[in-house]
T-cell receptor, first 112, second 113 residues
Framework: GESVGLHLPTLSVQEGDNSIINCAYS??????FIWYKQESGKGPQFIID?????DKRQGQRVTVLLNKTVKHLSLQIAATQPGDSAVYFC???????????FGAGTQVVVTP | DGGITQSPKYLFRKEGQNVTLSCEQN?????MYWYRQDPGQGLRLIYY???????QKGDIAEGYSVSREKKESFPLTVTSAQKNPTAFYLC????????????FGPGTRLTVL
């Protein structure tokens, strides 16, 4: 079936380094992708999104890359900080109205 | 402040009891959603509503019920038919059209004793 998944369940990053979180998706009809950050015991927070007609989008310290050829999505965090420690989810939007399919998440741990 | 509120933050219930989780939003969003999250897993869609007085089942609706009598409110009832109700429950809302992002509430952690 269609699925969204992440390659690495846990990513350990040294403070100040760049982080790259990967996500594979299998629904070639998906036209919208979104990254969320979830801190322990809290609801997910929006980080950045991208439509399928784009291959790159930048925000503040974050960049999302979309490779439709291999159905791959990545989130890059520049100069990772302790406050970036969280679980990161990618999600894709189905072709129906407003439904998101979430991956399992990647735990990012920032070490000093 | 605009946003989504969920109450209570922690909820305990005895096995066999129904319990209702509250979700309110003042973002004037048309659509609202309920998700369930289990430890180490992603979010799974329980129910969603695109407009007042209308809602649809998500991927794991069995043992749950919802209502959407007001635009601002989308309460979720976890019934005794839900076999494994202990989880973290998240409510979200979104506006249709150009704004596709879903905004999430802080969540309710339900524990069945």
């Amino acid at each position: 079936g269609e699925s969204v998944g992440l390659h690495l369940p846990t990513l350990s990053v040294q403070e100040g380094d760049n982080s790259i979180i990967n996500c594979a998706y299998s629904n070639s009809a998906s036209d919208y992708f979104i990254w969320y950050k979830q801190e322990s015991g809290k609801g997910p927070q929006f980080i950045i999104d991208i439509r399928s007609n784009m291959d790159k989008r930048q925000g503040q310290r974050v960049t999302v890359l979309l490779n439709k050829t291999v159905k791959h999505l990545s989130l890059q965090i520049a100069a990772t900080q302790p406050g970036d420690s969280a679980v990161y989810f990618c999600a894709e939007r189905e072709n129906s109205w407003g439904k998101l399919q979430f991956g399992a998440g990647t735990q990012v741990v920032v070490t000093p | 402040d605009g946003g989504i509120t969920q109450s209570p933050k922690y909820l305990f219930r005895k096995e066999g009891q129904n319990v209702t989780l509250s979700c309110e939003q003042n973002l004037n969003h048309d659509a609202m959603y309920w998700y369930r999250q289990d430890p180490g897993q992603g979010l799974r869609l329980i129910y969603y509503s695109q407009i007042v007085n209308d809602f649809q089942k998500g991927d794991i609706a069995e043992g749950y019920s919802v209502s959407r009598e007001k635009k601002e409110s989308f309460p979720l009832t976890v019934t005794s038919a839900q076999k494994n109700p202990t989880a973290f429950y998240l409510c979200a809302s979104s506006n249709g059209g150009a704004l596709l992002e879903q905004f999430f509430g802080p969540g309710t952690r339900l524990t069945v004793l």
